[in-house]
């Protein structure tokens, strides 16, 4: 079967700095797939390049065998209909409530009776826990509860393919397990493709089928969870164990520290 | 030296760029109007940009009409002239002050929202989520909101220009003693619908759209952060005020023939 979103020798710069150098990888259908790596690396540039919010400079990406930057405007949000994406802030539309959030792409895209649509939001809030927040506005909502009605809002058109954006970042223990069990249940219920765009191992790792770790724009390793946990390369090695300084340094580029204490002390 | 041109360049680059992607939203939202099912979406700006005006448009047409009326009948009054004074204050609020104050009042009242809330939807992802759910925001959002804008400003002008009068007539008339009879007579022959009234509705209908233009695409152009929103809404209010400012001089020009 082919695979359901395909990227291949995908480069990306974002004025003179390159984010992705000839990036390669493939996500099967029905699959939990895990893009990690460190923060700035451009993982959520990656998900804005699938979902066909920015144009790669060179190089190929392919959902559901369609290339993403060669379609129109209309073709692309013809598309977007069967992808999803749970953005880290959620993204909710603040001046309606949760209920019309989740109702909203239903409104939009079915010409739905409104007890139907209303049957449907329902049954969508009763999965994530949160029926009983339908007429709250995202304003009085926490950080776990508007994940939660962001993940009714993108799967309520059912999409084949859903991408989350740095799921578990900011939440306790307890909203996060809930996400994890959320986003595994989805995965096995509807079926769907998911990409989980993420720099927390323990709870990615517990889902995911397969996990890419990009660095520096290039990939710097791929495979199963436990491949990836013993991985050899000393990149790869460092950023599943958290090790603070390595091949990933520590410091942001900058002259030596003594040199540039004596050229404050000389100017002053 | 090198550096003068090289700062020239920039900035013209800059410039071009600008005025290419406010041109580009602008055509691609006017083209994209909501759909009949989604006529709702135009109404709730008529409402948001048009009736929460209002009040404002109101309170300062009355204010100016009163303060025409005043200083008009003083100088009027010297030479006897005060019967004219409902012709003066009438076209002077119809042709200039009615369409100018007017989209000024807008451009600070509803533009400054209008750039404020889509920016802020932009900063908080609003905009891009939308996108991933399949949904255009030039079309469900930048779109009704262009529209709504050119369809209030020249409701907005006529009711501060008649507001205007009445608020004349009342220092006028009621309280300086100037002929009731001579003051609505004089504006009755003087004023004509097609030369003077027309024309000010046609002023009116151009600021309305320019100024929407402008809040909207500072809203959708700008940075994401609360000093980029901070900006931008600052900006519709600059750039609208000059942009109605010096078009009304431009369109002075060319209605009345100088």
């Given at each position: 079967?082919?695979d359901?979103v395909c990227i291949q020798n995908l480069t ?6 390159r984010i992705f150098d000839g990036i390669t990888l493939r996500i099967p259908?029905?699959k939990i797939v895990a893009i990690m790596g460190p923060s700035g690396t451009g993982k959520t540039t990656l998900l ?118 740095e ?28 990409i989980i765009v993420s720099h927390d191992i323990t709870e990615t790792a517990s889902i995911a089928d397969y996990i890419y770790v990009i660095s520096d724009g290039r990939l710097i390793g791929s495979g199963t969870p436990q491949e990836m946990l013993s991985h050899e390369s000393p990149r790869v090695k460092q950023f599943v164990k958290g090790l603070p300084d390595g091949p990933v340094p ?19 | ?258």
């Amino acid at each position: 079967m082919e695979d359901h979103v395909c990227i291949q020798n995908l480069t990306y710069n974002r004025g003179a700095r390159r984010i992705f150098d000839g990036i390669t990888l493939r996500i099967p259908r029905g699959k939990i797939v895990a893009i990690m790596g460190p923060s700035g690396t451009g993982k959520t540039t990656l998900l804005r390049l699938i979902g066909g919010q920015l144009r790669p400079d060179t190089g190929t990406i392919r959902v559901n065998g369609k290339s993403i930057p060669d379609l129109s405007r209309a073709d692309l949000f013809a598309v977007r209909r069967e992808m999803g994406m749970l953005f880290q802030s959620g993204a909710l539309f603040t001046d309606i409530s949760v209920f019309d959030n989740v109702a909203f792409p239903l409104r939009v895209h079915t010409d739905l009776s409104e007890e139907l649509i209303r049957d449907l939001v329902l049954i969508k809030l009763q999965a994530v826990g949160l029926r009983g927040a339908a007429g709250l506005f995202p304003a009085e909502l926490s950080g776990g509860m508007v994940r939660r009605v962001a993940l009714a809002r993108t799967v309520a058109l059912d999409p084949s393919l859903i991408m989350y954006d740095e799921p578990f970042a900011g939440l306790d223990p307890i909203a996060m397990g809930v996400i994890v069990q959320l986003i595994k249940t989805v995965n096995r219920v509807y079926g769907t493709t998911s990409i989980i765009v993420s720099h927390d191992i323990t709870e990615t790792a517990s889902i995911a089928d397969y996990i890419y770790v990009i660095s520096d724009g290039r990939l710097i390793g791929s495979g199963t969870p436990q491949e990836m946990l013993s991985h050899e390369s000393p990149r790869v090695k460092q950023f599943v164990k958290g090790l603070p300084d390595g091949p990933v340094p520590f410091h942001y580029p900058a002259i030596d520290f003594a040199d540039e204490l004596l050229q404050d002390r000389g100017s002053s | 030296m090198v550096s003068y041109f090289r700062q020239l360049g920039q900035f013209l680059i800059e410039l071009i760029s600008v005025v290419g992607r406010a041109g580009a939203v602008w055509w691609q939202a006017i083209w994209r109007k909501p759909e009949l099912k989604n006529a709702g979406l135009v109404v709730r700006q008529i409402y948001q940009l048009g009736v929460l005006s209002v009040v404002i448009i109101v309170l300062s047409g009355f204010s100016i009409g009163a303060v025409l009326a005043l200083q008009g009948y003083n100088q009027l009054v010297k030479y006897g002239s005060e019967s004219a004074l409902g012709l003066g204050v009438a076209l002077v609020l119809v042709m200039e002050i009615g369409p100018v104050v007017s989209a000024l009042l807008y451009a600070g009242r509803a533009g400054s929202a209008v750039t404020a809330e889509i920016g802020l939807m932009r900063a908080t992802e609003q905009l891009s989520s939308m996108e991933m759910l399949g949904v255009d925001p030039l079309q469900r959002i930048v779109s009704p909101r262009l529209w709504a804008g050119f369809i209030v400003m020249p409701i907005l002008a006529l009711m501060f220009s008649i507001v205007g009068i009445w608020g004349a007539s009342l220092i006028g008339v009621n309280w300086l003693g100037v002929h009731e009879g001579a003051f609505w007579s004089s504006m009755q022959e003087g004023v004509d619908f097609y030369s003077h009234v027309m024309k000010g509705i046609i002023k009116s209908v151009v600021f309305g759209i320019i100024v929407i233009w402008i809040a909207v695409f500072q809203g959708y152009d700008a940075q994401p952060t609360s000093e980029g929103i901070a900006a931008a809404t600052t900006r519709t209010v600059v750039y609208s005020s000059v942009a109605v400012l010096v078009l009304d001089f431009f369109l002075t020009l060319v209605m009345f023939n100088f």
